[in-house]
């Protein structure tokens, strides 16, 4: 009963302190709110569209090319209306101008030798695709220039057509002329035309271009989302954790903690009750950062017994890192730069294995930090987080946890009877 | 007469720093007892090891028979602590602070509910009960200390100078609710720097001074140590220096000491020093500006036993 005494008097405390509502449960949303605004609109949309679909201007200079009239209508069309909101424009000036007034988010304009440089067999020459964005916008540019690159991968076929045919007729010493590479060009196209209007191409196109692009760049935003509220989620727990324990140095100081001492109450059962409470604050405030960030982001943390064993496990093992780090602290006047300075290195420490999955270029780091994060506790919480979003159990982990969780917590007790005993 | 308290050669050092050095004494039942003496002198290192927060380097006490060192917890059950200083929940109302520290106590439901109306009537704060500990005045906060530490109707209650730096009424209130403690036969153990309060309260003092208790006793007992002396304190017009070695020349002078321009006699008749003090100053060039006479008291012993004065 003690136990109980004890964390719901300092319940009663957190609910009543600005600071720890503010920090606990105002910060971490007010953060969640920030990226929801950020990502605008995530969550909303129809047919499980993730994202508002960005202004796009398209300008076709090559009006009299086949290729560049059926990239622009492809573009326009319907196809990509749930993807893009994009409009014709004739004038590559005004469409520039448009990007830059913040009308629209991207400007696509075909040259006007397009089809041209598709057809020019043997030549080496490039297809120069101007995409003019504005470079205050990340998602919807990068949606634009997926989509477009995949298309133009398509229609890289017409050159490479062109090419093989041109090297066919060679080897029996048949010149290609430009009319032929030209007929060959339009085949080409037409047959890829065709594939786009008809069912199967649409499914060609859903498959190996258009839908796919959308796909991979949905997944990897939200990814991205996931892993940053991971990270987030985590270093507020901890932090969270640390500023609760700090009540133990106040109380101390207050000299109600002594007072306790002086009761028949155990002391480990006053410390047990310092700790439930700090487990109940941060088992709350990560249920609700799971909640919102699932509301607003549609993360799939993972299944309900993993979800429930990572919350269990995160709770624990910050709480108890939070006993453990204050029971080295004198006073508070300690506890803010060494809460700030232990909790955020240790916590880059255990993040980095999630960092490294946000940043380009940097996965191929994940073998070595998946390692060496998990001489943090934040570590073990990154992991269990990552194993339960991507389905996989999280049993041997969360034990982990659990371990480390009571060694830390016995060492806490050990160091504070200690202190109180002397 | 059964003993509620017995300390018995308690040590207790600070690095070089002796706190407590050899310190022995025994309370009986529904006695008030006090340590009396300057800051720093160890009354509350004594009071700390009593409680159980510091464990003595040698020394044991009993609390009604229950060792401090080897039943603790027991030892604990049966004190009630007031800390020196105010160890409340100054986000909790009167009534939540009450009901907190009763549970540690381990009372519960209706039993700690009726005992929470009964203390708050003792502290008289029954109409304040639902406001913020944090919005009371000094001498409330006081009283709601106290009365922490009344909760569980504890046969020996510990005091750690709980009116430092409170107003007049609340101190009176305080003391008035420490005779009526013993009144209901609990054993109070007392520590103040204030003399008035021993003197007031106190059935037995102990004087303390540097870690040890230096004199033990009744008021009468100990005012019997410095003889039936008189204490006077003047103050002079010019430095007091002028006139101290003359002053102490004097026949019938037992003592004098300076302080921050007054001066402290010490005589056996002060009928008959007076009119040489008087006299002695003005052939000095100097002039009494202010003169009260003090029948022996427990100052006077504290100076006659360390020559010093308490508040130094």
Known sequence: ?422 | MEQAIQVQDLHKAFGAIRAVDGVGFSVARSEIFSLLGPNGAGKTTIISMLCGLLRPDSGEAFLLGNSILRQAAQARAVLGVVPQDIALYMDLSARENLSFWGKMYNLRGKALSRRIDEVLDIIGLADRQKERVGSFSGGMKRRVNIGVALLHKPPIIIMDEPTVGIDPQSRRHILDAVKELRGQGMTVLYTTHYMEEAEELSDRVAVMDKGKIIACGTNAELVQLVGQDTRIELAVNVESARVLDAWRAAEGVRGVTADDGHLTVLAGDSNAVLPRLFESAASRGARITSLEIREPNLEAVFLHLTGRALRD
């Open chain 1, 1 to 422: 009963m003690i136990v109980l005494d004890v964390a719901w008097k300092d319940l009663m405390h957190s609910v009543r302190s600005v600071f720890m509502l503010v920090f606990a449960l105002g910060l971490p949303l007010l953060t969640a709110g920030v990226f929801y605004a950020a990502f605008g609109g995530l969550s909303s949309g129809e047919n499980g569209r993730m994202i508002a679909a960005p202004r796009v201007m398209v300008v076709n200079l090559d009006s009299a090319g086949q290729a560049g009239t059926m990239l622009a209508d492809f573009l326009i069309g319907e196809e990509l209306s749930g993807v893009l909101d994009a409009v014709r424009e004739s004038d590559p000036a005004a469409a520039r101008a448009a990007v830059d007034a913040g009308e629209a988010a991207v400007a696509v304009i075909l040259p006007e030798n397009f089809t041209a440089s598709l057809t020019a067999a043997g030549t080496g020459g490039t297809v120069a695709v101007e995409i003019y964005q504005d470079p205050a916008l990340t998602v919807g540019p990068a949606i634009v220039r997926s989509i477009v690159g995949q298309l133009l991968d398509g229609f890289a076929g017409v050159r490479v057509s062109v090419q093989a045919s041109g090297e066919a007729l060679a080897a029996r010493s048949i010149p290609l002329d430009p009319q032929t590479a030209a007929g060959i060009a339009a085949q080409y196209t037409e047959w890829v035309q065709a594939q786009m209007s008809s069912g199967d191409g649409q499914d060609w196109l859903d498959v190996q271009s258009v839908s796919g692009a959308k796909q991979e760049s949905m997944d990897t935003i939200a990814r991205m989302i996931s892993a940053i509220m991971a990270m987030m989620m985590i270093f507020y727990c901890f932090f969270t954790g640390t500023a609760a324990a700090q009540s133990i140095l106040q109380e101390q100081e207050a000299g109600t903690l002594p007072r306790m001492f002086t009761t028949p109450a155990r002391r480990s059962m006053i410390l047990a009750g310092k700790l439930l409470a700090v487990l109940v604050t941060l088992l709350l405030q990560l249920a609700i950062l799971l909640a919102v960030s699932g509301w607003a982001f549609r993360i799939h943390w993972g299944n309900p017994v993993s979800v429930v064993l990572g919350v269990v496990g995160t709770g624990a093992l910050s709480a108890s890192f939070a006993i453990f780090v204050t029971s080295f602290l004198k006073d508070t006047k300690q506890a803010g730069m060494v809460y700030g300075v232990v909790v955020n290195l240790v916590g880059w420490v255990g993040i980095s294995r999630l960092f490294v999955l946000i940043i380009p270029g940097l996965d191929k780091y994940a073998s070595y930090t998946d390692i060496v994060s998990l001489i943090s506790p934040q570590g073990w919480a990154a992991q269990i987080w990552q194993e339960s979003m991507a389905g996989n159990p999280v049993w041997i982990t969360v034990t982990g946890m659990l371990v480390l969780s009571l060694v830390l917590f016995g060492i806490g007790v050990f160091k504070f009877n200690r202190r109180f005993s002397e």
